[in-house]
């Protein structure tokens, strides 16, 4: 009994990660940015329909980065400092509004479809949308949905503009937020977010990287 407890136990993991990089291809190569979407349609094409099986999220981001580094090669990389060094250009412009690089360009999950997302902060939401005016820069208005934490959520106005060749997301959170972040949709812990002078230091670690190897 035991023996087919283990067994039963060792195929639901091995469906588990063939459906994480199965929806990791999918989200690399097909365009799907949303995680659920990915894994349902994951399940559907390998025919596996137990929920035991379905992956986290978590699981989907590690077998993403994996897949980005066995296959998409150098141009990733070019991609994802491009979009890097603009969210640093992007920071400087919003600086009064302690702007945080967040989502794929941050965790270096990003491709070529990948807008740079920032979360900026103002208790007055308008004030961001008056900047932007002020400065020419024509942004749609999209609202997002973020959980604050176990129990509050809030609806949150986000700009979305395009410069140079690149989208932005700049989502407008209350002052509060810059102490404590809205909770991640990958695993509902805090997100993970860098300053202006974190994502520097990124791009110089990328340097000596580049220098080391040669």
């Known amino acids: 009994m035991h023996r087919g407890h283990q067994h039963a136990a060792t195929q639901t993991r091995e469906r588990r990660h063939r459906l994480a990089h199965e929806a990791a291809r999918l989200m690399a190569e ?23 099986s379905l992956p986290r999220n978590a699981e989907i981001e590690d077998a993403l980065r994996q897949h980005q580094r066995l296959f998409a090669g150098a141009g990733h990389g070019t991609q994802l400092r491009q979009r890097r060094e603009a969210a640093l250009r992007a920071m400087a412009f919003l600086s009064g509004f302690s702007p945080r690089l ?7 999950t990003a491709d070529a479809n990948s807008p740079v997302q920032l979360q900026v902060h103002s208790d007055d939401a308008d004030a961001v949308q008056r900047y ?3 400065h020419g820069i024509p942004a749609e208005l999209r609202t997002r949905r973020l959980r604050l934490d176990r129990e509050r959520v809030l609806d949150v106005p986000v700009w979305v503009f395009g410069a140079e060749d690149l989208i932005f997301d ?45």
Request: proline share 6%; no cysteine.
């Open 30 to 52: 097909g365009g799907i940015r949303d995680y659920h979407q990915a894994k349902l349609k994951a399940a559907a094409r390998l025919n596996i329909h137990d929920d035991a």
């Open 102 to 108: 967040y989502g794929p360009v941050l965790e270096g």
């Open 132 to 134: 932007l005016d002020e």
């Open 170 to 214: 700049i989502a407008v959170l209350p002052y509060d937020a810059l102490r404590q972040p809205p909770l991640s949709s990958i695993d509902e812990k805090p997100v993970r977010r860098a300053s202006a002078s974190g994502v520097a230091s990124l791009l110089a670690d990328e340097d000596i990287d580049s220098y080391v190897r040669g």
